[in-house]
Nanobody, 121 residues
Framework: QVQLVESGGGLVQAGGSLRLSCAASGSSFSIDAMGWYRQAPGKQREFVATCTRDGSTTYADSVKGRFTVSRDNAKNTVYLQMNSLKPEDTAVYYC???????????????WGQGTQVTVSS
């Protein structure tokens, strides 16, 4: 089983920046894609950004040009650099990983516990 632990959330003023990190731990696994989702109060969880093992990235339209997702495969860690933050970015941010157990067919998805990001106006 893969466990994901996020860090780096907090309170920031509009226009500011934050960097989130998510580290995966476990044994005998390989991660395909790692990325981020967010859930604001009263809203459904939504996709933010993802990064494949070879570095290909995809972003939600709402964060393009402001957020950058990257990963360190050697550390099984994904990052989300968030710049020009807006109050509407306020949410709990969740890390997600698609991974497979070495020698076993099939991909599994795991979620982190979430980290709060609050952007004040």
């Amino acid at each position: 089983q893969v466990q994901l632990v996020e860090s780096g959330g907090g309170l920031v003023q509009a226009g500011g920046s934050l960097r989130l990190s998510c580290a995966a731990s476990g044994s005998s696994f390989s991660i395909d894609a790692m990325g981020w989702y967010r859930q604001a109060p009263g809203k459904q969880r939504e996709f933010v950004a993802t990064c494949t093992r070879d570095g290909s990235t995809t972003y939600a339209d709402s964060v393009k040009g402001r957020f950058t997702v990257s990963r360190d495969n050697a550390k099984n860690t994904v990052y989300l650099q968030m710049n020009s933050l807006k109050p509407e970015d306020t949410a709990v941010y969740y890390c997600h990983a698609q991974w497979r157990m070495l020698g076993v067919t099939g991909v599994v998805g795991s979620w982190g516990q979430g980290t709060q990001v609050t952007v004040s106006s």
